[in-house]
Every structure is written in structure tokens, then in C-alpha cells.
């Protein structure tokens, strides 16, 4: 029965777990100040990303007015364990205050992680590719479906496996989505090519031409489109792979020389509108 309790209360969100100090006080529920030296952070802590502008700004905050909503706490031997508030908890280290507000809440593990990775959604202190990372522990190490894990957070099912999908990206193309670099609609079109390569060079074409979800979601339906329509054809010389280097490094886009015996053509590719202006004007200057 009590096990059936705690798992109830996810579902209500993390307010309803951490009530602010103010409350606490008036209402006479229990919490108290604990030795922030005592407290140790949560080894399972879903956010791997803690100092930013927006840290900065709670260590001034936390400085001035101090810890105004309680950390969750569990015990441990010697001592207690973060759930919840490692952010306030290293605010307050760096503000440097001795004690801060606990409520002590005995969980197991896997319920000490749902906690910490709903503070931090709730919060929205998670980047997608954290997020996803969070969702998979919770699939693979705690052996939560999917739909459950949607369930306990308040998100779509498919929400859930889009941001799983991101884990699948290359490093580098996983970093751009951290650094805001690309954003989830971008990376949701790259997940169509099935290979890694592919996806990197698609990525610098979005990168260096700045293209949108839109323009993006193009590009990747007509190399897709290519790839299905590639066909055996004769190899080129030497001599035809110098003019496509060369018309590569003037115009900045994919071209390609198709020969039928002694007659071709020369494909010159864009993907949007802006695009094809550029090439245009090229030919112009060219001209």
C-alpha cells in the first residue's frame, strides 16, 4: 500500500512534494536546517549541466533572500542524499550559506531519480538530449515503458521517443542541440538518414546555409529521393572529378556531371529559395 502511495504523488507534480518554507512554517509541516556540508549530490542527478547565465543568477538570488523552497532529501548513512534542488543545494554553497531547508523523503532509487528528473522538467532545466538520456535510463534501468514514463511526467508517448531518437544522432550533431546550435525540429529531419555520415553532411549544409525546419525537411527528402534513383553508373575520370570540385568550391553546393555517351549534364543543387538566389547571382557575376 505504501509503495502504491508514493508512486500516486509523482503524478501530482513535484509542488506537491516540496511546498515553499513560507508554507511550511505557516502550515507546521516538518522540515529543517541541515549542515549543507552533510548533504551529498544525487549520483543519478539527470541534469549534467549545472553552471550557466541562469545559475548565476540563483547564486545572487540565494546570496540575497537565501533557500526559500526546501531541498528533498533522503538519508544515508552519515548523512543525507539529494532528490531534488541540486541546483539551490550548489547556489547556496557558492553564496556561502552553512545550512539550508531539507524535508527528508525515504524513496529507493529508481523513485530518487523520477524525482530529480521531474524537478528538472518541471523547472525546465533540462536540455533535449539530457532529457533523452533520462527517458532511456529510465527505460533500460528501471524498466519503465515508454507510455508509463510519458504517464508520470504529463508528456506525449511519442515526446518521449523523439527525444530517445536524439541519442542515436553522432556527437557532434547531439552537441549542436546542447549549444541551440540546432533545434529538435532539425534534428527530427536528420534522423531520417540512416547513416551517421549522411547526417553530418547534412548537418554542415544546414549549419553553414543557416536553413530552417522547413528548408531543412527539403533538403533531406531530396537526398533521400537521390539515394533511391542511384543507379550503376560509369565511373568518372579524373578529369570530370576536377570540373565538379571546382564548380563545388564556386557555387557551395552539391553538383553532380551525368554522361550519356558523349552528351550529360551538370546538376547544380539548392534548397531553398534564398539558395537558388545565391547560385543565380553567382552565374551572373560569372557571367
Known sequence: MERSSKKKGLGKGLGALIPDADFLVRTGDQFFYCGIEEITPNPNQP???????????????VRERGILQPLLV?????????????????????????RVPVIIKESDEPESFELALIENIQRKDLNPIEEGEAYRRLHQEFQLSQEKIAKKIGKDRSTVANLIRLLKLPDKIRND????????GH??????????????????????RSLTVRDTEKLIQALLKKKKKVKAAKPLDSHERAIID?????????????????R???????????????ILDLFLKSS
Open 264 to 278: 550529360g549534364k551538370i546538376e547544380i543543387e539548392f534548397y531553398s529559395d534564398e539558395d537558388l538566389q545565391r
Open 47 to 61: 541534469r549534467q549541466n549545472v553552471r550557466d547565465k541562469a545559475f548565476k543568477e540563483l547564486v545572487d538570488s
Open 187 to 208: 534534428a527530427r529531419a536528420l534522423l531520417a538518414l540512416p547513416a551517421a555520415d549522411a547526417q553530418l553532411r547534412a548537418r554542415n549544409t544546414i549549419v553553414k
Open 177 to 184: 542541440i546542447v549549444d541551440g546550435v540546432l533545434s529538435m
Open 246 to 262: 571546382r564548380l563545388i568550391r564556386h557555387f557551395g553546393t552539391k553538383v553532380n556531371i551525368a554522361r550519356r555517351g558523349k
Open 74 to 98: 533522503r538519508s544515508t548513512e552519515g548523512g543525507y542524499q539529494l532528490i531534488a534542488g541540486e541546483r539551490r543545494w550548489r547556489a547556496a554553497q557558492l553564496a556561502g550559506l552553512q
